[in-house]
C-alpha cells in the first residue's frame, strides 16, 4: 500500500507539472485490468502522502529487517512529500 500511495503521489505531481488533471489520469490507470483496485489511488492536494499508524511503523519496520532499498526509497520520498507539504 506504501508503495501504490508513494506511485500515485509522485504520478499526481508529474500530472501537475503538465498541466494534466490527476483525477483523468487516475480513471485511466484503474481502468487497467492489471490495477485490481482503486484502493489507496486517491491523492489529496494537501497531503499527497501516506500517513497511518500501520504504514509508519510497519513499512520502516520491513524496511530495516530485510535492508530492502525499494522501501527505504518509498520510505524517504514520503518524509520529502510530507516536508514539501508542511507536515512533520
Same mark, same amino acid.
Given at each position: 500500500?506504501?508503495?501504490?500511495?508513494?506511485?500515485?503521489?509522485?504520478?499526481?505531481?508529474?500530472?501537475?507539472?503538465?498541466?494534466?488533471?490527476?483525477?483523468?489520469?487516475?480513471?485511466?490507470?484503474?481502468?487497467?485490468?492489471?490495477?485490481?483496485?482503486?484502493?489507496?489511488?486517491?491523492?489529496?492536494? &494537501?497531503?499527497?502522502?501516506?500517513?497511518?499508524?500501520?504504514?509508519?511503523?510497519?513499512?520502516? &519496520?520491513?524496511?530495516?529487517?530485510?535492508?530492502?532499498?525499494?522501501? +527505504?526509497?518509498?520510505? +524517504?520520498?514520503?518524509?520529502?512529500?510530507?516536508?514539501?507539504?508542511? +507536515?512533520?
Amino acid at each position: 500500500l506504501a508503495a501504490r500511495v508513494a506511485f500515485c503521489c509522485q504520478f499526481f505531481d508529474i500530472a501537475e507539472r503538465c498541466g494534466v488533471a490527476y483525477e483523468d489520469l487516475r480513471e485511466l490507470f484503474i481502468l487497467d485490468p492489471r490495477v485490481s483496485s482503486p484502493s489507496h489511488t486517491f491523492v489529496y492536494r &494537501a497531503h499527497p502522502f501516506y500517513e497511518s499508524h500501520s504504514l509508519g511503523k510497519d513499512v520502516p &519496520a520491513m524496511a530495516a529487517f530485510a535492508d530492502a532499498s525499494l522501501l +527505504k526509497s518509498i520510505i +524517504k520520498f514520503n518524509e520529502e512529500q510530507k516536508a514539501k507539504y508542511g +507536515k512533520k
